[in-house]
């Protein structure tokens, strides 16, 4: 959905170097979420933010960390990157004045550490 | 707390058919019900919901389902299977407070054979 992007769409590194994944949203949406999608698991929230100065940890916060630089802009930080980190990375925003807060993702990151 | 399963890791139809993706779900309050689609290499995208209502729900794609509140489930169907209609299909759940996240299921993959 070209409403929402992410960059970069491909990322390799290394065990231990600092990565950051960037999501910008044109929606005008209040909501933004960081997930991971691992095979077999399904999506799970790292991070959420309801507007730019609220920021909340998801079920798998650990080994994360957030910025919601503005309204539109939402980046998520691995600080020292390690293997089991290996996933792909869906941005994902929503609006709430809508009831059902239907969401709408990016095309995701694939990251790989090595 | 909140919960979702999709019982079934992959479904295969002959095309033509009419497919079933099976979803059940739990929550304390009342349920916000959602279907997601996932092709290769993309985000995931908006199917259809259901919020309150008719229990059957229309959405894109020739997709539907329907709410069964005794059974707590959210079944995806479609009378005419197609070989395009071949992706992941994610099931999810969220209560009715302001407060609540969307819990995501582990995905159904369908497969469409000609």
């Known amino acids: 959905d070209a409403d929402v992007t992410q960059t970069p769409r491909n990322r390799i590194t290394k065990t231990g170097k600092r990565i950051m994944l960037e999501c910008s949203q044109t929606?005008?949406?209040?909501?933004m979420y960081w997930y991971r999608q691992d095979p077999g698991l399904g999506l799970r929230l790292i991070y959420y933010s309801f507007d730019v100065k609220d920021i909340n940890k998801g079920e798998i916060s650990d080994g994360y960390s957030v910025s919601r630089q503005a309204q539109a802009k939402f980046s998520l930080s691995l600080e020292s990157a390690i293997p089991n980190q290996t996933a792909l990375y869906f941005c994902a925003t929503s609006v709430s004045t809508g009831r059902s807060d239907t969401q709408y993702f990016g095309p995701g990151t694939r990251l790989t550490v090595l | 707390a909140q919960s979702v399963a999709q019982p079934e890791d992959q479904v295969n139809v002959a095309e033509g058919n009419p497919l079933t993706v099976k979803c059940t779900y739990s929550v304390s309050g009342n349920p916000y019900l959602f279907w997601y689609v996932q092709y290769p290499n993309r985000g995931l995208q908006f199917l259809l919901k259901?919020?309150?209502?008719?229990?059957l729900v229309k959405g894109s794609y020739g997709f539907e389902a329907e709410f069964n509140k005794s059974q707590t489930s959210f079944h995806l169907k479609k009378p005419s299977a197609l070989v395009s209609d071949s992706a992941l299909y994610f099931c999810a759940v969220r209560d009715d407070s302001s407060a609540s996240k969307i819990i995501f299921g582990s995905g159904t993959r369908l497969s469409i054979r000609p």
């Open positions: 929606k005008g949406h209040d909501r």
């Open positions: 259901y919020i309150t209502g008719d229990n």
